[in-house]
């Protein structure tokens, strides 16, 4: 995939094939808000890199809800940056692991789990789009936010 020529692709499509598929994990309990922008430019991309952090995004925030939740993806172009938003009202992270959180092989869940998820979107993010990532907390949600230059 590192090869891959670079495409324009559209953000709100890609964050729809995650949703997608993670179809199965959202059930009727977890409400889905999408505040896209309207008429939001192409982000050239490599391959399906953008596809994987959308998962991984959501998937996680699908898992941290615990099957009831509302689940917020907002998108916007200010200045000449790409922002997206992921957030959920879920439990949150402590404060003493959120420094944390993108360090390859860290989790908090159970076995099985591998604590890469949120290596890769940091690594495909920060490397491939000098773009960034960020946790923002409040007591009411808890958000993902990627900022990349477009």
Do not use: C
């Amino acid at each position: 995939m590192d090869r891959a020529p670079q495409r324009h692709l559209d953000v709100h499509a890609g964050i729809e094939d995650a949703l997608s598929l993670l179809a199965n994990k959202i059930n009727n309990n977890i409400q889905v808000k999408r505040q896209y922008a309207e008429k939001l430019p192409l982000l050239k991309v490599q391959g399906s890199e953008l596809n994987q952090v959308w998962t991984n995004l959501i998937d996680n925030a699908i898992e941290a809800m615990q099957d009831n939740g509302i689940l917020t993806i907002s998108t916007r172009h200010k200045d000449s940056f790409l922002v997206v938003e992921i957030a959920d009202n879920g439990k949150g992270i402590p404060e003493e692991i959120q420094s944390r959180i993108f360090e390859p092989f860290f989790t908090t869940k159970d076995t099985g789990h591998t604590g890469l998820s949120l290596d890769v979107v940091h690594r495909i993010i920060s490397g491939h789009y000098n773009g960034r990532i960020d946790l923002i907390q409040n007591p009411v949600q808890r958000f993902l936010k990627f900022t990349s230059r477009l």
